[in-house]
Every structure is written in structure tokens, then in C-alpha cells.
């Protein structure tokens, strides 16, 4: 099924074609993962559940990420991309489609950690994809096309359950979800070309020597530290500040916090853009005004007025987009073997990021209240521009991390 004939168009125009089809893959990967938090306020309510707790469900499929990255770049190291990543597709609509019978906080909790097991063998072994298949200032300009498709699918996925909860409950939402996720798996198997610069490796104790040589490269450890800061950074906002926003002077309801992520438009039109700057700046100056943009938007959140905190939020989020593209594209610049391993311990470290501040940002909501949560994000934010300016500042190559 997986070597079914390419379009002719594919087969024609190669890398232009490729483009699309890595949007859309980014676009379904990250159409679930983020999904809950629109509903967040109904499931506390329908489970009598505390804001750490109903945060479970969407740390639970952040967490899952976090453990099977590495193990998934190894995967696909020894028997391809595109097998993968269109295995992991069809994978990810089963628990999807399971998610509205769950009679439990901890049922849902599980269904979601299992949602998170399918999506490292979508994006890890992308990350790989593309920096196989593309040289240069191309693996910049396709790493941003693949964030521009993760934007909107995170934004999607929000957007939908929102909606579709404010009409169908948030278990319809997840019907919904199931449909979507099944047939993009079929757009992706008929649409994604097979790769064309891969090489096998199944040597696994060759595999855990590249492992440990990873383990004492620098910049890859640096770039996962930062990856750790910027996902806890994304997560711990957009989790609960659905729940700032709920609760009054707000109180918006799941339709009105849907249309909330339409900040994530912006993102999708700026994060592909930002791939020809992230070239010439460099990856250091990237990053670190990527930092200063988001820091700046989510101080904005803290003004009780919605308009300042939609308007911060569009700011800080296009900056986090950015950062996750320097970073990515730093990784693809500086790893020159093992590559979808080293982009898995990347994801172990950036999704473990999520699932912290899931539960860290959580605390001090439930202590602070929102200006608790925005405190910790921002120093955390800090945290990952001391790291970068530490790491990478002895590049004089702006292409290799400067």
C-alpha cells in the first residue's frame, strides 16, 4: 500500500511538490495533541475535576510524545520514513475514535497518553525526512513550511473541538476528530513521495554508539534544552488560559475560547516566512528575538481586557512558532549522522517540556491564579535564551547556529 504510484505531478516537480504535502502532515500530526484544551472547562466539569487534573489530559498526550521519540527515530533509522509516518497516521485514529467512550478522568487520561504513543512517528521522522531530502536553505524553508502546518493544526484542532463541543459535547468533538484523522492518513499514504537519499541502518549497537556520541554533542543537548523551555512555554499558556478566560470578567464559553486560537493564524502566516530570516540572521539572533517577542505578548495577557490578551497572545505564540523553527533547523544544520534519532531525543526533551508545564504552570495557577502561571513561563523563557546565548554564540557561521 505504501509503495502505491505516485501523482505525476509529484513525480514531475519533486521538492515543489514535496512542500504541500509536508504542510499537511505537520497539519494532522498536531491536530490532536492540543485538541482538549478547548474543552478543558467541560471536562472539569462533566469529572468534577481540579485544573491540574483536567490538565492531565492534555500533558498525558504531551508525556507520550516525550517517551517514544527516541525509540521511534531509531525505528525509522532501520526501516524508512514513509512507512512510518503513514503507519503512525492510521494508528492515531483509534484511540481518537475511542476518546468519546471513555467513563473516567483516568479512562480518558490513558486514552489520551496512547493518542501521544502514534505522533512521534509522525513528526520525528519527518524532521528526518526533510533533512535528508532537501540541502541547504532548503531544510530551513521546508522546516518552516512543516511548523506553518503544525501551527494550523493546532489551531484546527482547537478551533473544531471548540466548536463542535459547543454543539455536540465534547465527546461528539472527538468523533469529529476521528473522521478528520482518517482521512488525512489516506491523503498522506496517496500523496507523499518515498525517499530518495535514505539509507537503512538496523546496526542497533551502532545505534546506541550514535546515541551516546549525541548525548555529548552540545549544540544537539543545547537545542534540547531550549526545545524543553519553548514547548513548557507554549503548553503552560495555552492550557490555562482557557481557564483565566472562562472564569469571569471573561466567561467565555468553549465557542468563544475556539475562536480565541485564531491567534494561531498569525502564525501560520509568519512562521513560513520566517524561514528565509532564520537563514540570514542566524540561528542565535533568531531565537533569542523570538523570545523577546513572545516574553513581551504574554506580559500583555495579564491586562484584563480581551482584546490585550488575544492581541498577547497572537504575539507570544508567533514568537514560541519561530523559536521551534530555529531550533529544528539548527538541529538539521548541525547533526550530520543519526539524524532521526538525534530529531527524537529533540522531541523527548521538547514534549517533555510540555508535559512539565502542564502540571508546573497548573500549580501555580491553582496558587497565583493566571499572573502565577505567566511569572513561571516567562522565567522559563529567560532560562532558554541563557542556554542559546551559552551554547551557541561561538558560531561565526550564521548557517551552523550563530
Known sequence: MFARKLPPLLLQNGKQASQPIVWLIGFFAFLNVYSMQAVLPMVMSDFQASPVQAGLTVGATILAVALVSPFMGMLSDAYGR????????????????????????????????VQGLAVPGIVVVLIAY???????????????????????????????????????????????????????ALLVVWLLPPSRS???????????????????HQRLMAACAVGFCVLFSLVGTFTYVNLHLASAPFNLSSAGLANVFGVYLVGVLVTPLAGRYIVRLGFLRSLLGALAISAAGLLMTLWPSLTAVIVG??????????????????????????????????????????????????????????????????????????????????????GSGA
Open 82 to 113: 514513509k512507512v512510518i509516518i503513514c503507519a503512525s497516521l492510521f494508528a492515531l485514529t483509534v484511540p481518537t475514535a475511542l476518546i468519546p467512550l471513555a467513563d473516567s478522568l483516568n479512562a480518558l487520561i490513558a486514552l489520551r497518553f
Open 130 to 184: 526533510i533533512s535528508e531530502e532537501f540541502h541547504s536553505g532548503g531544510v530551513a524553508r521546508m522546516t518552516a513550511t512543516y511548523v506553518g502546518g503544525t501551527v494550523m493544526g493546532g489551531f484546527c484542532g482547537r478551533f473544531i473541538t471548540g466548536h463542535a463541543g459547543h454543539l455536540l459535547g465534547w465527546r461528539g468533538a472527538f468523533v469529529t476528530l476521528a473522521i478528520l484523522n482518517l482521512l488525512g
Open 198 to 216: 535514505f539509507v537503512a541502518n538496523r546496526n542497533i549497537s551502532g545505534g546506541f554508539r550514535t546515541l551516546w556520541r549525541h548525548l555529548h
Open 313 to 398: 497572545l497572537a504575539v507570544c505564540s508567533t514568537g514560541v512558532f519561530i523559536c521551534q523553527s530555529a531550533t529544528i533547523s539548527a538541529i538539521a544544520q548541525n547533526v550530520r549522522e543519526g539524524r532521526s534519532l538525534a530529531t527524537g531525543l529533540y522531541y523527548m526533551s521538547y514534549y517533555a517540556g510540555g508535559a512539565v508545564g502542564t502540571v508546573v504552570a497548573g500549580m501555580a495557577y491553582e496558587g497565583w491564579g493566571w499572573g502565577g502561571s505567566v511569572l513561571t513561563i516567562a522565567l522559563v523563557q529567560a532560562l532558554a535564551a541563557m542556554i542559546a546565548v551559552v551554547t551557541w554564540r561561538q558560531s561565526a557561521d550564521s
